[in-house]
Structures are given as C-alpha cells and as structure tokens.
C-alpha cells in the first residue's frame, strides 16, 4: 500500500510541473498603439498585427527564446552569405526579405511599404513630395529648396518602375524629358539639375547621379513593361543618356560624366573630384549588358573601379565617407565643408548594401558594413548625430537622427555580417516617413530603404 501511494504522489507531482511549464510559456500579448516623440512618428500595424517592438515584447515578457531564434536563424542567414560560394541575386534570382528574417510578417511587411507610397506620393500637404502637372506630367518637389532636381526626379522614377506604377513613372519621365533634358550645346543629352516647379530653368548644368538613376530606371521600365513610342521608348532614351555621358567629349565641345581614364564617375563633368554616393556598380553592371554595344566594356571596367574606389574613400575605422573626394578617396576641404560625412555621404552604406544583395561582387563590402552599423550602435541609437568627420568627431549642431542616414544604415545590413544590423533594422521600422519642410531627401531615402530590405528592390530584366 505504501508503494502505491508513493507512485501516485509522484505522477501528482510530475503532473504538476508540467503544468508549470506550459503556462511559463505563455506571453501575454502586448498591444501598443502610436506613439509620437519630438522627431519619430511610429507606424501604427494594421489591426491584430503585433507592434514593431516585437522582439524586445518578446524578451521582457519571457519569451527571450523565440526572439533569440529569429537572431539565430538572421546569424545564420548571413554565414552563409559570408561563404566563398554566396552569389548575388543577379543570378540567383532571389531577393531577401530582410525585414522577415528579423520577425516581421509579410502582412506587416506590404503595410509598411504601401503607407510609404501612399504618404509619398498621395499624401497631404505635409507629407507628399509627389505633384502632378498639366499635360500629364509630374515632379518630385525638393520641399526644402522649393525646386525640382535631377536626383528626386530620377529616383521618383525607381520607386514607380520597382512598385509597378507606369502611370506615375510616365508623368514623371516625360516632365523631366520637356523640361530639365537639354537639347543642344556642351551638355546635350544631359538633365539640368535644378529646375523651378514652372519649368523653368535654375541651372544649365547636371550632376550625374541623376543620369545614373535616369538610365537605370529607364531599362528597368523597358524590362518590366516594354518599349512604347517616343519618349516612352524606354531603352532607347537610357542609352542615349549612358552614351552622351561617355562621348560628350568627341567633338570637343563638353565634358564627359565620368574620367575615361581612371573610370571614376565625376561630381559635375567638369570637376576634377567625385562624390563617394554616385558610385553605382551595381549600376554599371547591367550598364555593361544593356548599353550600346561600344559602351559595354567601359561600364564593366567602370564597376571594378569603383568598388576598388569605395574602399579608399571609406574610413577604415568608422566606415564614414565624405561627400566629395579626389580620385584618391580624400576628402575634399576646399569646397564648403563637404569634406564631411553628412547629407551625400548617407548613401554610400546603402549603395555598398544594394551591391551586395545584387552581385556579391566584393567581401569587403561585408566589413565595411558591418564598421559603420557598429560605429552609429556605439555613437547610441536616438542618441547619435547626424554629421561627423570621416574619423568619427560629432558635430554636435546636428545633433539629430536624420531619417534618411537611419534608413541607410539599415539599408547596409544587406551586407553587413549581423552582429548589429537588428538594432538598425528596429530603429528604421520605428520610423514612419518624414514630414514637414525638409522631408524630400529622408523620405528618398527612407523608401529605397523599405524597398530593398523588404525584398522589393529588384533587377528588372
């Protein structure tokens, strides 16, 4: 009898740890709603979707496991991509959803997206950058300048070709072909980069990473809809920007856009410098199979080149770049101050990411990556600035978390090796698009950001 009893006070016993752990394991589900601070508004998830914090909730309300198995499954992810044999989506033809490796569902995922284009380019009057015009056309309006440039024009462009919005990317092609495209003289075939809203000119002159983004989204948009008639020829017009940019020198009356020599894209065609930001080599890759045929091999030897520039004019330390460099990666001191990493330079840390994720063409990538994730983690995340020298010195007036150098940060985790890229991931997910005077270049920024890290900055072929 005594050995009866025993056996059932231990099935009682175990029984009853069981039950312990089972509901140990449960979590309450934390439901937060939007919230404001003096810089961020937060994107409140649709209805039933959990809050952008999911991973910290996860680990406050005891369930650190599930949140350490999505850190996993990301470090995973990127020892892989570390391997000799990892190859870019060029060829595999597959795009990582960032966002989804790091917790985040494909439902909250697309909303995040579609708030981004709805608040661009239909959004009110403290929000959009997006207006449309008589004789169906339309700008991307530099809100903080009161202009219409190249650079947004061109990039307003990439944003429709890669959400699939032709009406919107036709409007914004053929205001841009009426009104900032030259026709005649040193710059034929170039964009004015600044123009008034009217359509009149501020500049007789471009800056090139216009043309780049102009070209690109122009054989994008060939690829994913087909040519039409002029001036919706799409691939047509991209390579006769691509040309001019290479050839405007033969009759000796122009400037070049990048050196022929040293295959470094210029700041302007006439400068003897460049701008770190402008080097594309994800860009000149398929400049190399789309271009005219005499034109191909330049922009082959043109992606080498500037992925081995990118590594001079990096910081080793920091990762920091300048805004304008010489052809040897030191930054230039002589020209208002843009020797320092601010506004241009956000762009390199996303350039260097979207490379990576398309062609895997440079390990170093990885490295520098991962050195500017680690350096803004340890400047503080809401806490750092948003100008420093290339060695890291704050300038304290910019004592701000600019969203488009957070977007960009976060864009680099395309490359980078993991260790921080989760902190820059929440950080940008906490953000909604900037408003207000100067929103334009954040917001940029901000969406090519989304876009790429959601998987949905593509090779359109």
């Not at 209805?47 to 999505?70: F, P, R």
């Not at 709805?118 to 530099?142: P, Q, R, V």
């Not at 040309?243 to 400037?255: I, P, T, V």
């Not at 062609?359 to 490295?367: I, L, N, S, Y």
Request: net charge negative.
């Amino acid at each position: 009898m005594n050995l009866k009893y025993f056996i059932i006070a231990v099935v009682l016993f175990l029984g009853m740890l069981l039950f312990i752990g089972c509901t140990n394991d449960l979590s309450p589900k934390n439901d937060k709603g939007s919230k404001e601070t003096d810089e961020i508004t937060v994107t409140v998830a649709p209805e039933n979707q959990s809050s952008s914090n999911d991973i910290k909730d996860m680990q406050k309300t005891g369930a650190a496991s599930q949140a350490d198995d999505i850190t996993a499954k990301a470090n995973k992810e990127a020892i892989i991509r570390q391997e000799d044999n990892y190859v870019g989506a060029y060829d595999t033809k597959e795009y990582r959803n960032v966002f989804q490796e790091y917790g985040y569902t494909d439902s909250q995922i697309q909303y995040k997206l579609d708030t981004a284009w709805n608040t661009l380019f239909y959004g009110n009057s403290t929000e959009k950058i997006y207006y449309e015009a008589d004789n169906d056309e339309a700008y991307i309006l530099d809100t903080g300048n009161l202009d219409v440039r190249s650079e947004g024009m061109s990039y307003g462009m990439m944003m429709c070709v890669q959400m699939d919005k032709q009406e919107e990317f036709d409007k914004i092609w053929k205001w841009a072909k009426n009104h900032m495209q030259i026709t005649e003289g040193p710059n034929e075939g170039y964009f004015r980069w600044s123009m008034q809203q009217d359509g009149t000119s501020n500049s007789n002159g471009p800056a090139p990473d216009g043309e780049e983004y102009f070209a690109m989204a122009l054989f994008f948009a060939s690829h994913r809809w087909g040519d039409k008639e002029a001036p919706f020829d799409y691939s047509a017009q991209a390579k006769y920007i691509l040309h001019q940019a290479l050839h405007q020198e033969d009759d000796g009356s122009g400037d070049n856009m990048w050196n022929l020599d040293n295959k470094l894209i210029k700041f302007v065609p006439n400068s003897t410098f460049t701008d770190p930001s402008y080097h594309l080599p994800h860009f000149y890759e398929l400049f190399a199979l789309w271009a005219y045929e005499e034109d191909r091999e330049f922009f082959q030897e043109a992606a080498a080149a500037s992925r081995k520039y990118l590594q001079a004019a990096v910081n080793d330390v920091t990762g920091l770049a300048p805004e304008y460099a010489t052809y040897e990666g030191v930054p230039v001191s002589n020209n208002g101050g843009h020797d320092y990493f601010f506004s241009d330079a956000y762009r390199v840390a996303g350039n260097i990411g979207l490379d990576y994720l398309w062609f895997a063409a440079d390990p170093w990538q990885q490295e520098m990556a991962g050195k500017i994730q680690a350096f803004f983690v340890k400047e503080g995340i809401g806490k750092h600035y948003s100008k420093y020298t290339v060695d890291g010195t704050a300038d304290t007036s910019a004592n701000y978390q600019a969203t488009g150098l957070v977007a960009m940060n976060a864009m680099a985790s395309l490359a980078s090796d993991g260790k921080d890229a989760r902190v820059m991931i929440e950080d940008l997910w906490s953000r909604s698009p900037a408003t207000g005077k100067w929103r334009y270049y954040d917001d940029c920024l901000y969406f090519f950001s989304i876009l790429s890290l959601s998987g949905n900055y593509r090779i359109w072929e």
